[in-house]
């Protein structure tokens, strides 16, 4: 597949618009196409949202560490602002829309809390507090 540069200056500048801890290299996946990148960055939350409802949503996700933690959270997590959602796209993969997919159909096994260990290191999701104090 060949990136043309307008796709790749419209990846990159999503790119940079990406949240995560202060300090912290973070090294996004790259989205699979400029209108999946576009799709990610402002659409998601249209269907999926608001923010508070897929929070309590996922509230019962049970992590690889065995916690039982809501993995869709502000970053840095005590904000409420809208700028600290995440992009959808660090974890998911944006489905097509049009036509939407069936109901169903979505194959949610590769999603994995992998950008989340850029900061909680130890892969647990315990305070930063607890080890930074």
């Known amino acids: ?7 790749t200056l419209l990846i990159l500048t999503l790119a940079a618009g990406f949240a995560g801890c202060a300090g912290v290299a973070q090294s996004p996946p790259a ?4 209108a999946a990148a576009v799709h990610a960055e402002n659409d998601c939350l249209k269907c999926h ?4 409802k897929l929070i309590a949503t996922s509230a019962n996700y049970v992590a690889p560490s065995g916690e039982k933690t809501s993995p869709h ?5 005590d904000s409420k602002l809208e700028k600290d959602i995440p992009d959808c796209g660090n974890c998911h993969v944006a489905h097509r ?4 997919p069936a109901k ?4 949610l096994s590769k999603v994995t809390v992998e950008w989340c260990y850029s900061c909680h290191h130890l892969k647990n999701f315990q305070s930063c507090k607890d080890c930074h104090p």
């Open 49 to 52: 949202g608001p923010f508070d």
């Open 1 to 7: 597949m060949e990136i043309r540069p307008l796709e």
């Open 73 to 77: 959270r502000h970053v840095p997590h």
């Open 31 to 34: 989205p699979a196409s400029a």
């Open 104 to 107: 169903g159909t979505i194959d």
């Open 97 to 100: 829309l049009s036509p939407l």
